[in-house]
């Protein structure tokens, strides 16, 4: 008899709560919704008709979008909190599904015609420069290929504060010249950075030393081969930070208040 409302009692501990089940039927919505964009992806890979592609998109997300609510609406009912912005995991799905599809056929880097390229491999997105090299510095232009930036203006500091900080990343960011307000950030976002060392030997071209330089792929547009800043300070000397030199991928450090180039970066979706 024991034995009896002890397995009662798992029973009753084991069902599922409200919110716990809408968890699960969202997961399973979202995963559904990841294995329609494949199996769109997959047909187009395989030859077929790009308007068949773009409704069967459509498709995936209305049947994502009709799921998620009825979730919700279900969870609401029984008073449960059913966390999870539809948005953000759809965009999250689309991403990842666009990445494979991308990598599948051995496209790595994709000009988005907005000034940023976005590299398929790492997810990153990268700012793209305009004009000539050799033409000129503008400051006012922050894509200008020829302008050079300082890390730090003095040696010793622990916050960043050379122009790379408090005029390049700002313009991309939207800061209005009070530094306070934000306006128009660059290509829709206002996340951009400079780069980790890691990070910025991620768009080198894969042999070493570079057979051509400028050392990275021609759609990130102009390059200047020289010496990129990347935002990773030495560990043993602190008023040092790495670069990488793009005309032959050596990485080196030196002193944050000489002026070298710089290519900002975000994390993408």
């Not at 602190?238 to 000489?258: I, R």
């Amino acid at each position: 008899m024991a034995g009896g409302l002890l397995l009662a009692a798992t029973s009753a501990q084991a069902r599922p709560t409200p919110q716990q089940k809408c968890a699960a039927g969202k997961n399973t919505t979202a995963g559904k919704y990841a294995a329609c964009r494949e199996s769109a992806e997959a047909k187009l890979a395989a030859g077929g008709d790009p308007s068949k592609y773009t409704a069967a998109l459509d498709k995936c997300e209305s049947t994502f979008s009709t799921g998620w609510q009825k979730l919700e609406a279900k969870a609401l009912a029984a008073s449960a909190s059913c966390p999870a912005d539809d948005t953000v995991i759809k965009a999250q799905t689309n991403a990842y599904t666009v990445r494979v599809a991308a990598q599948v056929s051995g496209v790595r880097f994709k000009d988005n015609l907005d000034g940023t390229v976005t590299d398929h491999k790492t997810g990153l997105q990268w700012e793209q420069k305009t004009t000539v090299v050799g033409s000129g510095a503008d400051f006012a232009d922050p894509h200008d290929v020829d302008n050079p930036y300082t890390w730090n203006t003095v040696l010793g500091g622990t916050t960043p504060n050379g122009r790379v900080f408090t005029d390049f990343l700002p313009k991309l960011n939207g800061a209005s010249m009070d530094g306070v307000t934000l306006t128009g950030c660059f290509a829709g976002h206002c996340d951009w950075r400079l780069p980790t060392i890691v990070e910025l030997q991620t768009i080198l071209k894969d042999s070493f030393p570079c057979g051509t330089s400028p050392c990275i792929d021609p759609v990130f547009g102009p390059t200047v081969a020289r010496a990129y800043w990347s935002a990773t300070t030495n560990a043993t000397l602190p008023d040092s930070a790495w670069f990488v030199y793009l005309s032959t991928g050596n990485v080196g450090f030196d002193d944050k208040n000489l002026s070298f180039y710089v290519r900002a970066v975000r994390a993408g979706l």
